[in-house]
């Protein structure tokens, strides 16, 4: 019987501190402060300095330059995940924060990641999440006639499919103010 792609990235994963010497973590440390090198050059320096196998190799870079992200059954990291790597890893609550609203809106509210943002749906696009820096994340809405005032900034280049943007650092920032945002583009996009 064949085996399929996820079987076997199921049983590198698991084979892989035994065959190693090391856990993913444990091989994300050893290759911090490297992320600016090319894919093949960790790939080959793996090999020789640490004498990891082409396979293994390839596995623990991929998931190194998704920011240490696992696999997932389905062989790439997951969209979200990759976008919140270990310097960023502290703003996934503000993250959730927002998702925590977006999720109770109505059975129709898609959640659907993107490489680089999640967008939030419903017949269209009503908003989207996004890390923009170190510090921040961004909430994009489409409230097209809205006056920007306040947090609600106009998108201007920020994100073309958006009219607004809210910059949230901190859990606390996704308060009765932006749930009434969000609520208002949910609703729009009915």
Known sequence: ???SPDDQLRTMLNNLPEKTGRS???WMSVLAGRESEKFGKL???LKSEHGVTHGFA???VHSFQKGGAKPSAAGDVSLVDA????????LRPIYESVMEQVRVLGKDAEIAPKKSYVSLRRKKQFGLVQVSTKTR???GLNLPGVPADGRLEDAGSFNGMVSHRVRLTEPGDVDAE???WIQAAYDRAG
């Open 137 to 139: 994340v961004d909430l």
């Open 24 to 26: 993913l973590d444990e």
């Open 43 to 45: 790939v080959a320096w």
């Open 1 to 3: 019987m064949a085996v």
């Open 178 to 180: 932006v749930v009434a």
């Open 83 to 90: 976008q919140f790597p270990p310097h960023k890893a502290h």
């Open 58 to 60: 390839n596995l623990i």
